[in-house]
């Protein structure tokens, strides 16, 4: 479907900001204390200084504790404008060693970010209502970001509709081969018994086998998940029409320019792959 297309292509130069050492320079030198400190505060700062249960809510994979342990101190370290700013300056200068002249790439870009529908979805429309950047690399980066909050609260919406919670929903994305849980349980902060316990209630419904991977039921949930997070994020494409191949047309080989650089890896917890 070409809204998958068009995530596949967005999601690597949105991740730059997840992985690139510039944004963790910036966030330390906001006064952010950690990686993860930074990447809560960098990731929530346009919904101001919010506290833990509504970021454990938007952010729906992440162990309650884990985010806990980032917000809300990080605004008393770093206020959320000082840290949008200094984000954007960061990523901006991240996607400079693989960008170039990305004008009509952005253009498209902005056209379908500013397609986007935000009923039910806090985080796409706080992304939304930032400023567009002078720079035009971090200008190009925040419509990435729109775009790929934008299926991403749509995602959420569509798992909870299927009756999941954030690690069920991960552990059915495991079950599927796509990456491991080595590759995730780390990142995401859930303890083995929390863990275990998910993965009992997911072989409980026969989502899961025995081995932890997906059953025939568990694959039709997986591919219904997956469609209504298309579905949900078609706004985008539609807006675009033709002029969306034009897009992948020219955002595929950034995508690919900063997978090869090896500035985001893979594997990596968001399951990004070279489109």
């Known amino acids: 479907m070409t809204a998958r297309r068009l995530w596949a292509a967005v999601e690597p130069l949105h991740a730059v900001v997840y992985f690139a050492p510039e944004t963790a320079e910036a966030a330390k030198a906001a006064g952010l204390r950690g990686y993860w400190m930074g990447y809560f505060a960098g990731r929530l700062a346009p919904l101001g200084p919010i506290g ?6 938007m952010l729906f994979g992440f162990a309650p504790a884990m985010v806990a342990r980032a917000v809300p101190d990080a605004w008393s370290f770093a206020s959320p404008a000082a840290v949008l700013g200094s984000r954007l300056e960061a990523v901006g200068s991240a996607l400079r060693a693989v960008a170039d002249d990305v004008s009509e790439l952005s253009a498209l870009l902005w056209r379908a970010a500013e397609a986007c529908e935000f009923g039910g979805r806090p985080l796409a429309a706080a992304w939304a209502a930032v400023p567009k950047p002078a720079d035009p690399l971090s200008r190009l980066w ?3 970001t729109i775009l790929r909050e934008h299926r991403g609260d749509g995602h959420v919406l569509a798992a909870v509709h299927a009756g999941l919670d954030g690690l069920e929903t991960t552990l059915t994305h495991i079950g599927d081969g796509v990456i491991g849980r080595q590759d995730v349980q780390p990142h995401r902060g859930w303890s083995d018994p929390q863990w275990d316990a998910a993965v009992d209630r997911l072989r409980t419904r026969g989502i899961l086998d025995a081995d932890g991977r997906l059953t025939d039921a568990g694959r039709e949930l997986r591919r219904g998940l997956e469609d209504d997070t298309d579905r949900l994020a078609t706004a985008p494409v539609e807006a675009l029409g033709a002029d969306v191949e034009r897009l992948l047309e020219l955002a595929v080989p950034l995508a690919r320019a ?3 650089s090896g500035v985001v890896p893979v594997p990596n917890p968001m399951g ?3 489109p």
């Open 52 to 57: 833990p249960g509504p970021a454990t809510a």
């Open 142 to 144: 925040l419509a990435t």
């Open 272 to 274: 990004v792959t070279r």
């Open 258 to 260: 900063v997978l090869d």
